[in-house]
């Protein structure tokens, strides 16, 4: 069984810093694209960054040059360095695994619940 399970939220202050991890069970990380994912109360999940197989990282735009993604493949886990945080990056964060071919394989985790306030 498949399990992606993440950890790290927490509360923090505006400008404050937090690294959230995604640690996968059941699979090897290594074969799927992976993503972190968030969602803000009241609003729809939005993708916030993505590494490929390959290590290629996407990012949205609003959180470029705050946000990196990683993944360490020996460990089957994915991780996101937040710095120079803001209130409205609020939002529970979720991880994500996707794996293409002739079908598409998806998993989430439960999510992480990252709030930015003072």
């Known amino acids: 069984q498949v399990q992606l399970v993440e950890s790290g939220g927490g509360l923090v202050q505006p400008g404050g810093s937090l690294s959230l991890s995604c640690a996968v069970s059941?699979?090897?990380?290594?074969?799927?694209?992976m993503g972190w994912y968030r969602q803000a109360p009241g609003k729809q999940r939005e993708l916030v960054a993505t590494v490929a197989t390959r290590n290629t990282t996407n990012y949205v735009d609003s959180v470029k040059g705050r946000f990196t993604i990683s993944r360490d493949n020996a460990k089957n886990t994915v991780y996101l360095q937040m710095n120079s945080l803001k209130p409205e990056d609020t939002a529970v964060y979720y991880c994500?695994?996707?794996?293409?071919?002739?079908?598409?394989?998806?998993?989430w985790g439960k999510g992480t619940l990252v709030t930015v306030s003072s």
């Open positions: 994500n695994a996707v794996r293409t071919g002739f079908l598409t394989v998806t998993y």
């Open positions: 059941g699979t090897s990380s290594s074969i799927y694209t």
